[in-house]
């Protein structure tokens, strides 16, 4: 298996965005204490799901699925939820939109279409927000690692995820919480993840 060699204009967006990563998360940091300053209280979703085991088996043939797969994923209302008269976004389904953006990102290149530097920036965001939501979860379960043989030819120890069970929440039932509160709301849908 040969080295994979990535378009120029693919190494300078990883650095563009490292530097948005690191830019937007010092930018977080001074506006958090900002909004902790005004003692804004967002409330709570009134549903604790419960919890679920997820076993990763490995990578899937085609991990990237059709878009209407992906749509399945997402309740009537994209994921919005309305409480005590305000509108949210429920932060698992901006994740899956984030990740959705990067699958579709994946699809355009391999049908050699250019990216906006809109598109970039949207993937900058999405990069720094899915990795401060997997340092917010924490997910501790181990994964074994095996002796794995690099691109370069090293032998290292190394970890795919297959055969992990995970705990997680029942995704599921917050689906279902959703698809129920939007129809206190389904006339004033017009949201978009952006």
Request: charged letters at 20%; aromatic letters at 14%.
């Given at each position: 298996?040969?080295?994979?060699?990535f378009?120029?204009?693919?190494?300078?967006?990883?650095?563009?965005?490292?530097?948005?990563?690191?830019f937007a998360?010092?930018?977080?940091?001074?506006?958090?204490?900002?909004?902790i300053?005004?003692?804004?209280?967002?409330?709570s979703?009134?549903?604790?799901p419960?919890?679920?085991?997820?076993?990763?088996?490995?990578?899937?043939?085609?991990?990237?699925?059709?878009?209407?797969?992906?749509?399945?994923l997402?309740?009537?209302?994209?994921?919005f939820?309305?409480?005590?008269?305000?509108?949210y976004?429920?932060?698992m389904?901006?994740q899956?939109?984030?990740?959705?953006?990067?699958?579709?990102?994946?699809?355009d290149?391999?049908?050699?279409?250019?990216?906006?530097?809109?598109?970039?920036?949207?993937?900058?965001?999405?990069?720094?927000?899915?990795?401060?939501?997997?340092?917010?979860?924490?997910?501790?379960s181990?994964?074994?690692?095996?002796?794995r043989?690099?691109?370069n030819g090293?032998?290292?120890?190394a970890?795919?995820?297959g055969g992990?069970?995970?705990?997680?929440?029942?995704?599921?039932?917050?689906?279902?919480?959703?698809?129920?509160?939007h129809?206190?709301?389904?006339?004033?849908d017009?949201f978009?993840v952006?």
């Amino acid at each position: 298996m040969g080295q994979i060699e990535f378009p120029r204009w693919m190494l300078y967006y990883l650095a563009f965005a490292f530097f948005m990563s690191a830019f937007a998360n010092i930018f977080s940091i001074v506006v958090r204490f900002e909004v902790i300053g005004f003692g804004r209280s967002t409330p709570s979703l009134p549903i604790t799901p419960h919890s679920a085991a997820l076993e990763y088996l490995g990578a899937e043939s085609d991990p990237f699925h059709s878009a209407d797969e992906w749509e399945t994923l997402y309740p009537p209302g994209k994921g919005f939820v309305r409480l005590d008269g305000s509108y949210y976004l429920i932060s698992m389904y901006h994740q899956m939109h984030c990740v959705n953006s990067f699958r579709r990102s994946i699809e355009d290149y391999r049908a050699g279409l250019n990216t906006t530097a809109l598109r970039m920036m949207h993937l900058t965001h999405c990069l720094s927000y899915l990795r401060q939501s997997i340092l917010c979860n924490a997910d501790i379960s181990l994964e074994l690692t095996s002796l794995r043989r690099t691109v370069n030819g090293e032998t290292v120890h190394a970890a795919y995820g297959g055969g992990v069970t995970h705990e997680c929440r029942d995704w599921s039932e917050v689906y279902g919480w959703l698809a129920k509160n939007h129809q206190e709301w389904k006339n004033d849908d017009n949201f978009e993840v952006l």
